[in-house]
Nanobody
Framework: QVQLVESGGGSVQAGGSLRVSCAASGYTGAFIAMGWFRQAPGKEREGVAT????????YYADSVKGRFTISRDNAKNTVYLQMNSLEPEDTAKYYC?????????????????WGQGTQVTVSS
């Protein structure tokens, strides 16, 4: 049974930083990629960043490039999203996801495993 558990969300002022973490447990050996998605009220869930397990290739949404960094710690089976220069538009619930399929990294349907999400709120 795969489980993804996010932590590290919170409230911060614009320009501040937060790091969210995703701890994976269970059979994670088949994962091809792990990523972060976010969903703001009234909006669709969107891809933020993904990291591939094999070669550490990363992808980012244009809106977060240069501000967010995705990384992983294999020993801890954990993926991180470091968020700098946060903007009010980054306010959303952030979800960790994992996939054992190849495809467009930003597509919600590609990912079979999801965490419960952690709230990030950025005030102006």
């Amino acid at each position: 049974q795969v489980q993804l558990v996010e932590s590290g969300g919170g409230s911060v002022q614009a320009g501040g930083s937060l790091r969210v973490s995703c701890a994976a447990s269970g059979y994670t050996g088949a994962f091809i990629a792990m990523g972060w998605f976010r969903q703001a009220p009234g909006k669709e869930r969107e891809g933020v960043a993904t990291i591939y397990m094999g070669d550490y290739t990363t992808y980012y949404a244009d809106s977060v490039k240069g501000r967010f960094t995705i990384s992983r710690d294999n020993a801890k089976n954990t993926v991180y999203l470091q968020m700098n220069s946060l903007e009010p538009e980054d306010t959303a619930k952030y979800y960790c996801a994992a996939t054992n399929l190849y495809g467009r990294w930003y597509e919600v349907g590609l990912y079979s495993y999801w965490g419960q999400g952690t709230q990030v709120t950025v005030s102006s």
